[in-house]
């Protein structure tokens, strides 16, 4: 049921400010209307609402349910908060072991790449010295007399 009251007794059941209520005003989302250079609103409220103080106190109970039942909401958005919060944890940890096991598997494969590399540069070094080797083998060698010719002349 659809009552009129002040703005201030608007708030007050509505649980909210004047200005909330100005607001809703200039929004339009509240219907208002001027009597005797006062601004009354409307407010929806239950039929029990302000005809007597019974009606008054059932109005309470009510709000006072509502407010139990936000505060049993907020309750479980705590307990939802603090699960995702949990889980958020275990995965940061979880994430930082991959990434200690990652640079350890890196570590580990540098060195053994290192280590070909060395290997390979050794049997490289020792080939290049057969082949030099080999390349002096293969040169025409001085007879003899040639040598004995060129000591004598020298």
């Known amino acids: 049921m659809k009552q009129w009251m002040t703005v201030k007794e608007a708030a007050d059941i ?10 809703q005003l200039k929004s339009g989302k509240i219907e208002s209307r ?15 609402v302000l005809t007597s103080e019974n009606q008054y106190v059932d ?11 936000k505060d049993a ?4 958005q705590q307990h939802e908060i603090e699960y995702l919060r949990n889980d958020l944890a275990e995965t940061h ?7 200690q096991q990652m640079q350890a598997d890196f570590e580990s494969t540098k060195e053994r790449s290192d280590t070909i590399i060395l290997q ?12 030099q080797l080999l390349l002096e083998d293969l ?3 001085q007879r003899w007399y040639h040598r004995l010719l060129v000591w004598n002349n020298a």
């Open 14 to 23: 509505l649980g909210t400010t004047e200005r909330t209520i100005y607001r």
């Open 34 to 48: 001027v009597e005797n250079d006062r601004r009354l609103v409307a407010v929806n409220c239950p039929d029990t």
């Open 59 to 69: 109005f309470l109970y009510h709000l006072k349910q509502l407010l139990s039942e």
């Open 73 to 76: 909401r907020i309750e479980q």
């Open 93 to 99: 940890q979880r994430t930082d072991q991959i990434i």
């Open 120 to 131: 390979l540069t050794r049997q490289l070094d020792a080939l290049t010295e057969q082949n």
């Open 139 to 141: 040169r025409p060698k």
